[in-house]
């Protein structure tokens, strides 16, 4: 059963332009939803995070939209990037159980 | 100086040989990771210790065997290797408690490939 499922699978962006990649979870009692962003041959960093108090949350051209009653949060990349290229997991965890449940990853191009 | 360290990079070796991965993280974290990620890039956690007791063990075969011998440091020993277990395997570390949940550092993971 995935618990986090993330969509699209892949997504092509122009410079410029808007990325939004789409998450939905199962588990009520998650309470934090981090994004992370991968680059080939790294590790997953942590981008942003939210908590279900809040609706929204922006850290410079990166905004997490969380709507606690559809059970679902998105990612928004504004005036996207080349060096934006990259794959995006969205994850979600709950109280101190110290697991991060990931989605499956979209794979962003971010055309010049 | 990188927070979490994880040695070998690379590693390729036979099927049935025994291998162990080492993590090492610099950033005073109470809980560590590890975590695979699979051809298709998916990210599933393996195992997470905290205060170098083990307090998440999914269901991974018995083969993968975790030991922390202090906080710092988290390795992974895999015996009998399988094709199937070529993967990248990341350590990770966050520290515990309200308010820092979720946020998992990253090592730079360890590509494993089992011919």
């Known amino acids: 059963q995935q618990q986090v ?19 939905a979870y199962e588990n009520t009692a998650f309470d934090y939803f981090p994004w ?6 790294k590790g997953p960093a942590l981008l942003i995070a939210i908590r279900p108090d809040v609706s929204e949350k922006k850290e410079g051209r990166f905004t997490i939209s969380f709507n606690k009653s559809a059970k679902q949060f998105s ?12 794959t995006y997991f969205c994850a979600a965890s709950k109280g101190s159980n110290y697991k991060l449940t990931f989605g499956k990853g979209t794979l962003l191009t971010v055309n010049p | 100086d990188t927070a979490v360290s994880q040695t070998p990079k690379y590693l390729v ?10 993590c090492e993280q610099n950033l005073g974290h109470d809980t560590m990771y590890w975590y695979k990620q699979d051809s298709k890039k998916f990210l599933k956690i393996m195992f997470s210790y905290n205060n170098k007791e083990l307090i998440i063990n999914e269901t991974v075969p018995n083969r993968f065997s975790p030991k922390s011998p202090d906080k710092a440091h988290l390795n992974l020993h895999i015996n009998s290797l399988e094709l199937g277990d ?12 309200e308010g820092a949940r979720g946020e998992a550092f990253f090592g730079q993971g360890t590509r494993l490939t089992v011919v």
């Open chain 1, 5 to 23: 499922k993330q969509s699209p699978q892949s997504l092509i962006v122009q410079k410029g332009g808007i990325s939004i990649i789409n998450c």
């Open chain 1, 36 to 41: 992370y962003q991968q680059f080939p041959g």
């Open chain 1, 75 to 86: 990612l928004h990349i504004m005036d996207s990037q080349p060096g934006d290229s990259a």
């Open chain 2, 13 to 22: 070796t036979q099927m049935g040989n025994d291998k162990s991965i080492k």
């Open chain 2, 86 to 97: 070529s993967a990248v395997y990341f350590c990770a570390s966050s520290q515990g408690g």
